[in-house]
Nanobody
Framework: VQLQASGGGLVQAGGSLRLSCVTS????????MGWYRQAPGKQRELVAD???????NYKDSMKGRFTISRDTARNTVYLQMNSLKPEDTGVYYC?????????WGQGTQVTVSS
């Protein structure tokens, strides 16, 4: 299984980015897919995820600013990030989970300048 993340970059505070994660197999083969972030010197944390039934979950500090969505025909999960803040800086990883197995993408760097 391969997950390919893309869409990161350098953006000014208040700007937007959209991350994409393309999987090598159907999104429905995962129980849940999500985006995680690892800031410098910190542990990886959940940003948002989307369950197989389409329900979503967000870290509190991302609610109202980030939106996770999916295109099942393209086997792609998106993370739309608006009103970005410098504290959103980090490497963003795509994750797919099936039962107790976790599959990770390679990460994409997001840098938000003040």
């Amino acid at each position: 299984v391969q997950l390919q993340a893309s869409g990161g970059g350098l953006v000014q505070a208040g700007g937007s980015l959209r991350l994409s994660c393309v999987t090598s197999r159907s999104i429905y083969s995962f129980d849940v897919m999500g985006w995680y972030r690892q800031a410098p010197g910190k542990q990886r944390e959940l940003v948002a995820d989307i369950n197989i039934d389409g329900s979503t979950n967000y870290k509190d500090s991302m609610k109202g600013r980030f939106t996770i969505s999916r295109d099942t025909a393209r086997n792609t999960v998106y993370l739309q990030m608006n009103s970005l803040k410098p504290e959103d800086t980090g490497v963003y990883y795509c994750n797919g989970r099936r039962y107790t197995d976790d599959f990770w993408g390679q990460g994409t760097q997001v840098t938000v300048s003040s």
